[in-house]
């Protein structure tokens, strides 16, 4: 028996507690992000972010450690992609085919995580992301994390460890490569061959050196 005045919490509450606090760091991050476009990031202060979402700053710092996680928030959901898209794949079918198909997928949807997409929020957000010191070195936690979550889908082992950061390495510099052209003023039709071609490339290269995955 629980104590009293205890009572259960069922699925459905802990469902909508949940969506409830997704939808907190959402709305904080996008305000947040509306401002450092505005003001520039370091302009804006953590106390003036949590005004214009109005929280108090103590709660925001209970969803957002840092000031550089209220940009970064919005790779949450690829964190640990990669390593969904092996652990879902289709029977028979290899970790490293698996994770190119859906890279080309992503550049057929112009997803911006490619780089390949041009409309302007997302290239604003690009160059807020990559044109601020703090935001570029706090990308690399985002980077550890999805090779740790990749290395644990591929086997965990030393192998497994060694070929998930050759593989987010190869989607960061593709991403990179795409976003670069298309910031320097190229649309995305004239660098999206080039990217396909580029991805079937790259894929290629490491499961020439990662056969256990390929």
């Given at each position: 028996?629980?104590?009293?005045?205890?009572?259960?919490?069922?699925?459905?509450?802990?469902?909508?507690?949940?969506?409830?606090?997704?939808?907190?760091?959402?709305?904080?991050?996008?305000?947040?992000?509306?401002?450092?476009?505005?003001?520039?990031?370091d302009?804006v202060?953590?106390?003036?972010?949590?005004?214009?979402?109005?929280?108090?700053?103590?709660?925001?710092?209970?969803?957002?450690?840092?000031?550089?996680?209220?940009?970064?928030?919005?790779?949450?959901?690829?964190?640990?992609?990669?390593?969904?898209?092996?652990?879902?794949?289709?029977?028979?079918?290899?970790?490293?085919?698996?994770?190119?198909?859906?890279?080309?997928?992503?550049?057929?949807?112009?997803?911006?995580?490619?780089?390949?997409?041009?409309?302007?929020?997302?290239?604003?957000?690009?160059?807020?992301?990559?044109?601020?010191p703090?935001?570029?070195?706090?990308?690399?936690?985002?980077?550890?994390?999805?090779?740790?979550?990749?290395a644990?889908a591929?086997?965990?082992?030393?192998?497994?460890?060694?070929?998930?950061?050759?593989?987010?390495?190869v989607?960061?510099?593709?991403?990179l490569?795409?976003?670069?052209?298309?910031?320097?003023?190229?649309?995305?039709?004239?660098?999206?061959?080039?990217?396909?071609?580029?991805?079937?490339?790259a894929?290629?290269?490491?499961?020439?050196?990662?056969?256990?995955?390929?």
């Amino acid at each position: 028996m629980g104590e009293i005045g205890s009572r259960e919490v069922g699925p459905r509450e802990v469902g909508l507690r949940e969506r409830k606090k997704q939808r907190m760091y959402q709305t904080v991050s996008d305000v947040a992000i509306g401002l450092f476009l505005e003001k520039g990031f370091d302009a804006v202060s953590v106390a003036e972010v949590a005004a214009a979402a109005e929280i108090s700053k103590p709660t925001l710092f209970r969803y957002f450690p840092a000031k550089e996680d209220l940009v970064l928030h919005r790779f949450a959901d690829h964190e640990t992609e990669a390593a969904r898209v092996v652990a879902e794949r289709a029977e028979g079918q290899s970790p490293l085919d698996a994770l190119r198909l859906h890279f080309l997928d992503g550049l057929e949807r112009c997803d911006p995580v490619t780089g390949l997409n041009d409309q302007e929020p997302v290239l604003a957000f690009h160059r807020l992301l990559y044109g601020t010191p703090s935001l570029v070195a706090r990308l690399y936690g985002y980077v550890e994390r999805s090779e740790e979550a990749l290395a644990y889908a591929l086997g965990g082992d030393l192998a497994a460890r060694l070929a998930a950061a050759q593989i987010v390495a190869v989607q960061r510099v593709l991403a990179l490569e795409n976003w670069r052209r298309i910031a320097a003023g190229e649309g995305v039709e004239e660098v999206r061959a080039d990217a396909v071609a580029a991805a079937g490339l790259a894929f290629e290269q490491v499961g020439a050196g990662l056969k256990r995955f390929a």
